[in-house]
């Protein structure tokens, strides 16, 4: 994985936002990635807003783009002074998904940086938060951060499922936390586990086909990492039995992870149509941050 280029993050302005602002700002610092910070004008609202001010709204209107573009470049000097890096501003109005999406292919950025959540809550309950509609629309990485980035990544979880994503994110999960240790991780079940438990299946024949499908499974993880370029000792390899969902989500707590790494879709023909479905639940019960590796 060639080392970050450049990196876009997008702020609602909100004080949730800066989170991620400021976690862009230390990724930059640690890998000398070219920062560029976002803030999109909301279209709708500014076509709200001359609705209902008419002929004064153009004034109104230039209060807003300014107090917009003092904030961020105030954001830009605070943060920039604490970690010694120099960021890019910009200021734009349009339909806010598309807006951040065409930025970041004009930058063709090599990581975008959100935060889980911003100041629309209501419109979060509603429709999903703005990470997620981005993600279903993105074929860059992306971050979702959740936590103030008080240090560098300690320890990253890599959950993989074997599809053409592992190797893709593990690379990822390399160039954005260098000094991170790494656990690489891989949840199963055996095919048709639940079919011969109902089926009566004596449980010392089933203990067997576990044992053979963990056995399997850890010497995927072996050749994966070997693929990797990864030397014995650099990743931790764990393999554990039960849903992908509910066990990532309980060995990135118990294994105190800070960042978790995942690929955008599983390896079912409807996870190619939708975000997938373990990707969801891991965005939305995490303790720590996400970064989804989507094309």
Do not use: W
């Not at 970690?83 to 910009?90: D, K, L, N, Q, Y």
């Not at 940086?113 to 100041?119: I, L, W, Y």
């Not at 994503?165 to 390399?174: E, N, S, T």
């Not at 072996?222 to 693929?227: N, V």
């Amino acid at each position: 994985m060639k080392p970050l280029a450049r990196v876009l993050a997008a702020t609602d302005l909100s004080a949730p936002a800066r989170h991620a602002v400021a976690r862009a700002f230390r990724l930059a610092a640690e890998t000398g990635a070219e920062l560029t910070l976002l803030h999109v004008l909301s279209q709708t609202a500014m076509d709200q807003l001359r609705a209902l001010l008419g002929a004064s709204s153009a004034t109104v209107e230039q209060r807003l783009v300014d107090a917009a573009r003092a904030h961020l470049a105030t954001l830009a000097a605070e943060l920039g002074q604490a970690h010694r890096v120099s960021a890019g501003t910009r200021i734009i109005a349009g339909r806010v998904l598309s807006a951040i999406l065409e930025e970041a292919d004009a930058l063709d950025a090599g990581l975008l940086v959100v935060g889980a959540r911003g100041e629309d809550f209501l419109g979060r309950l509603l429709l999903g938060t703005t990470a997620e509609r981005l993600l279903r629309r993105t074929l860059r990485p992306m971050l979702v951060v959740k936590q103030p980035p008080r240090e560098a990544y300690r320890r990253v979880l890599v959950p993989v499922d074997f599809s053409p994503f592992a190797l893709r994110a593990l690379g990822l999960a390399r160039a954005v936390a260098p000094g991170a240790e790494l656990v690489l991780f891989h949840a199963y079940e055996a095919p048709f586990e639940s079919k011969l438990r109902f089926a009566g299946v004596e449980e010392e024949t089933l203990n067997r086909y576990l044992i053979a499908a963990r056995a399997e499974a850890l010497a995927r993880l072996r050749a994966l990492a070997e693929e990797a370029g990864l030397k014995p000792g650099e990743a931790r390899l764990d393999v554990r039995h039960g849903d992908a969902a509910r066990v990532i989500v309980t060995q990135e707590q118990e294994l105190d992870c800070d960042l978790t790494v995942l690929g955008k879709h599983g390896q079912g023909m409807m996870e190619e149509l939708l975000l997938g479905s373990v990707t969801k639940h891991i965005l939305a019960e995490s303790m720590g941050d996400v970064l989804v590796v989507c094309g």
